[in-house]
Antibody, heavy 121, light 107 residues
Framework: EVQLVESGGGLVQPGGSLRLSCAAS????????MHWVRQAPGKGLEYVSA????????YYANSVKGRFTISRDNSKNTLYLQMGSLRTEDMAVYYC??????????????WGQGTLVTVSS | DIQMTQSPSTLSASVGDRVTITCRAS??????LAWYQQKPGKAPKLLIY???NLESGVPSRFSGSGSGTEFTLTISSLQPDDFATYYC?????????FGQGTKLEIK
């Protein structure tokens, strides 16, 4: 059974940093691209970042470019999102999602349960 | 970025009704469109991919159609479990985008 379990969310002050993790199981992690998608409270889904299966290619939405870094450790079956210079508008539930292929231009076939990031002083 | 516009934003319907949600893209995305269902406090769930392909395990009352810039999600006979928010997503460009969502409510 495919499982994606996010962790690392919490309360952080504006300007602070946080690292999210997404532990994957039930599939061969190293053969799938992965994504981060966020959802602000009461709002819709916003695409954040993506990484190819081997980690060689990444993509960032303009809203997080230069502040967030996506990475993966295929030996640990784990996806990461390092978030820096956090703003109040970054407050959201962050979901990791599996791409249906090894490159990040496809739909998302599995999602984690999400982890909440609160940015507040 | 490609803008995705869903209509309506809210839809009130009854069990057994046939409902259709529309998603329009600001430019052609071929058939690179997916539909997701999200219930409160839960992660989105894939329903349809490549505009009209039903994901494994999804009931056959769900169907999708369209290509280019206009797409529809149809639920042929609403069931109590279908009341949720639905999102379309284009994956034709690296800057993938979602529609704003359609909340399907019980009438």
């Amino acid at each position: 059974e495919v499982q994606l379990v996010e962790s690392g969310g919490g309360l952080v002050q504006p300007g602070g940093s946080l690292r999210l993790s997404c532990a994957a199981s039930g599939f061969t992690f190293s053969t799938y691209a992965m994504h981060w998608v966020r959802q602000a409270p009461g709002k819709g889904l916003e695409y954040v970042s993506a990484i190819s299966s081997n980690g060689g290619s990444t993509y960032y939405a303009n809203s997080v470019k230069g502040r967030f870094t996506i990475s993966r450790d295929n030996s640990k079956n784990t996806l990461y999102l390092q978030m820096g210079s956090l703003r109040t508008e970054d407050m959201a539930v962050y979901y990791c999602a599996r791409d249906s292929s090894d490159y990040y231009l496809h739909y998302f076939d599995y999602w984690g349960q999400g982890t909440l990031v609160t940015v507040s002083s | 970025d490609i803008q995705m516009t869903q209509s309506p934003s809210t839809l009130s319907a009854s069990v057994g009704d046939r409902v259709t949600i529309t998603c329009r893209a600001s430019q052609s995305i071929s058939s690179s469109l997916a539909w997701y269902q999200q219930k409160p406090g839960k992660a989105p769930k894939l329903l349809i991919y490549k505009a009209s392909n039903l994901e494994s395990g999804v009931p056959s009352r769900f169907s999708g159609s369209g290509s280019g810039t206009e797409f529809t999600l149809t639920i042929s006979s609403l069931q109590p479990d279908d009341f949720a928010t639905y999102y379309c997503q284009q994956y034709n460009s690296y800057s993938q985008t979602f529609g704003q969502g359609t909340k399907l409510e019980i009438k």
